[in-house]
Nanobody
Framework: DVQLQASGGGWVQPGGSLRLSCASSGFTFDDYSIGWFRQFPGKEREGVSCISVSDGSTHYEESVKGRFTISSDKAKRTVYLQMNNLKPEDTATYYC????????????????WGQGTLVTVSS
């Protein structure tokens, strides 16, 4: 079974940093793209950043460019999202998703989702 385990959320003050991790199992890692989406209360999930595991190409949502960095560790089958200079508007539940076809601008039709991890940015 495909399994994704997201972790690393928590509370941080504005300007602080967090690193989210998405550990995976049950599929051929190189065949998939992995993405981080976030969901604000009452809103649909939106793409934050995605990475193609096979070639390392990345995509970032405009508001996080220069602040967030996505990376993958093939040996650990884990994708990371390093979030720096966090802002209150980054407060959301963050989900990782694996899909063979992943357009970071919208949730994939046939994606495998991990559970969410809450990120709270406030003073």
């Amino acid at each position: 079974d495909v399994q994704l385990q997201a972790s690393g959320g928590g509370w941080v003050q504005p300007g602080g940093s967090l690193r989210l991790s998405c550990a995976s199992s049950g599929f051929t890692f190189d065949d998939y793209s992995i993405g981080w989406f976030r969901q604000f209360p009452g809103k649909e999930r939106e793409g934050v950043s995605c990475i193609s595991v096979s070639d390392g190409s990345t995509h970032y949502e405009e508001s996080v460019k220069g602040r967030f960095t996505i990376s993958s560790d093939k040996a650990k089958r884990t994708v990371y999202l390093q979030m720096n200079n966090l802002k209150p508007e980054d407060t959301a539940t963050y989900y990782c998703v694996a899909a063979k076809v992943l357009w970071c601008v919208r949730p994939p039709l046939n994606g495998h989702w991990g559970q969410g991890t809450l990120v709270t940015v406030s003073s």
